[in-house]
């Protein structure tokens, strides 16, 4: 069964600010590098929209938003050891996945809720 793929705002302002950090940086492949990551992406979110009980919960899950299940999905569109997460929910009876936020695995974790 194929879900519903929802992105938030804060979603979509990550993944334009990951494409504009690529197009500025010519001399690592600028445009063309930020047009193969969101080709990579999208592939990446469709595999999401088809399975996404497959990944499990995110660190932040039980913290950052205690009231919903946070998943995460690596996303790891080069062969470099950077990757970077796809945190997630999911909405069974609407049979949709909205994607919360695409961070760099080496941000810092969502912080706790209150803090």
């Known amino acids: 069964m194929d879900y519903e793929l929802l992105l938030s705002s804060e ?5 334009e600010e990951q494409i504009r950090w690529y197009e500025v ?3 690592r492949g600028g445009a063309e590098l930020a047009d193969r990551w969101l080709d990579l992406l999208e592939t990446a979110l ?3 929209r088809q ?3 497959r990944y499990g919960f995110a660190p932040e899950n039980g913290r950052w938003m205690p009231e919903i299940s ?3 999905m690596q996303f790891k ?3 470099t050891p950077s990757a970077w997460r796809i945190l997630f929910v999911i909405d069974e009876l609407e ?3 909205t994607v919360l936020q ?9 912080p706790v809720a209150g803090q």
């Not at 979603?11 to 993944?15: G, K, P, T, Y």
């Not at 695409?102 to 969502?110: I, Q, Y």
């Open 46 to 48: 469709d595999t999401l």
């Open 25 to 27: 940086d010519e001399t």
């Open 102 to 110: 695409v961070r760099h695995e080496m941000r810092p974790l969502l």
């Open 95 to 97: 049979a949709r996945v």
């Open 70 to 72: 946070i998943r995460q």
């Open 11 to 15: 979603a979509e302002r990550c993944i």
């Open 77 to 79: 569109p080069w062969k």
């Open 51 to 53: 399975h996404p009980e």
